[in-house]
């Protein structure tokens, strides 16, 4: 740093924060008034001409300021940078940057994607960094999603560089992205001959109604075929026949020898994603497409029409692997094997009273 006249400063970088202490004066009355002291210019901030009568005021005629070199980079200046890294569909910056930060915040609901791997790329960069909320969640517009922030007040513009190298921004694209909600309707097979032969209610349909309904689907076809294979099968055939986005399982989807819903899954054609999940409560998960299928909001990006196999816990537990998985193919974006395995790690339901989900993604 280097100190130089007030008057010469415009453009430069202020090194400390400059304290302004206003008098207080009295009150229509007569009273002392207390006076006002506190920074009136950040550490960071670049004086402007407008800037100079006020600091002269507050006695300042000459100022600690950064020697901006030659591939130096202000804080501000970088921030917007690795802001830039972050913009992808569905994002926007949440105002200007401030002391090196600027917010990333959801321009529309969906589920937030972080590309992981990049994201750590960036962030094994010394001297910046972008810190996120867990990404496979449901977000609403204008929630905060990310912040970025340069650790010193200058940095070498050689250090931002190699963060937008390892974000690769222009051949992979941005680092995060909120996909738009996307299916409208859904199918529900509720497997169990006593719910079929009516001598228990079904309590599983209401339940996942009301789970899609949060993210804009609709059920509108519903079958009780019982637990025969041939008969869940052709129950999910008719459903796949009625041109829904999604195809909902409930029941049977243990290793039970009577527990017929995988296989009538597979016997219906659809590509079994995983069966298994590592998380608990939710382990029996099946994740599956119909693909080739047209006509379906949830086949343009996911490649087919999903189907899910929802063990039993889903009716009774407020938060299980199928909350987890939700969001992703509300938006058609595609469950793929990796995903599921990626959920093991914070899969373990703590059983919180009360719950707090969607705040905690198990683990917290």
């Not at 506190?38 to 550490?43: M, S, Y």
């Not at 802001?83 to 959801?106: D, F, T, V, Y």
């Not at 796949?240 to 290793?255: H, I, K, P, Q």
Request: charged share 20%; net charge negative; aromatic share 4%.
């Amino acid at each position: 740093m280097k100190l130089i006249r007030t008057e010469d400063a415009v453009g430069h970088v202020l090194c400390h924060d400059m304290t302004q202490i206003l008098p207080g004066g009295t009150d229509a009355e007569g009273h002392e008034l207390p006076r006002c002291k506190g920074p009136r210019f950040r550490k960071g901030h670049v004086v402007t001409a407008e800037d100079v009568p006020v600091l002269l005021s507050m006695g300042k005629v000459n100022l600690y300021v950064w020697e901006m070199e030659p591939g130096m980079l202000h804080e501000n200046d970088a921030a917007e940078r690795l802001a830039a890294l972050c913009l992808g569909p569905g994002c926007r910056a949440s105002g200007a940057p401030s002391e090196g930060k600027i917010g990333i915040e959801a321009s529309c609901d969906g589920v937030f994607l972080v590309d992981t791997a990049r994201l750590d790329a960036v962030n094994d960069t010394n001297e910046v960094m972008v810190a996120t909320r867990k990404g496979g969640f449901a977000v609403r517009e204008g929630d905060a999603l990310a912040g970025t922030r340069v650790i010193p007040l200058v940095v070498r513009e050689e250090v931002v560089a190699a963060a937008e190298a390892a974000a690769d921004v222009a051949a992979r694209g941005a680092l995060m992205r909120v996909a738009p909600w996307k299916l409208r309707t859904a199918a529900v097979v509720a497997t169990g001959s006593e719910v079929a032969s009516g001598l228990i209610e079904d309590k599983f349909t209401p339940v996942v109604e009301a789970k899609l309904a949060a993210f804009g689907i609709e059920v509108t076809w519903r079958a009780t075929p019982g637990d025969d294979i041939e008969a869940v099968t052709g129950a999910i055939n008719e459903a796949r026949a009625a041109g829904v986005d999604l195809v909902v399982c409930t029941g049977g989807m243990s290793v039970d020898p009577d527990d017929n819903t995988p296989g009538a899954i597979k016997r219906a054609g659809a590509r079994i994603v995983s069966y298994g999940a590592p998380v608990l409560p939710g382990a029996m998960l099946l994740v599956g497409y119909f693909d080739g299928e047209e006509g379906s909001a949830g086949a343009t990006e996911a490649g087919g029409v999903p189907v899910l196999g929802l063990p039993g816990c889903a009716m009774y537990n407020a938060a299980t692997v199928f909350d987890l998985v939700l969001p992703r193919i509300a938006a058609g974006v595609p469950v793929r094997r990796s995903d599921i395995t990626h959920m093991g790690e914070g899969g373990l339901c703590l059983r919180c009273k009360p719950c707090t989900f969607p705040r905690c993604p198990f683990g917290k």
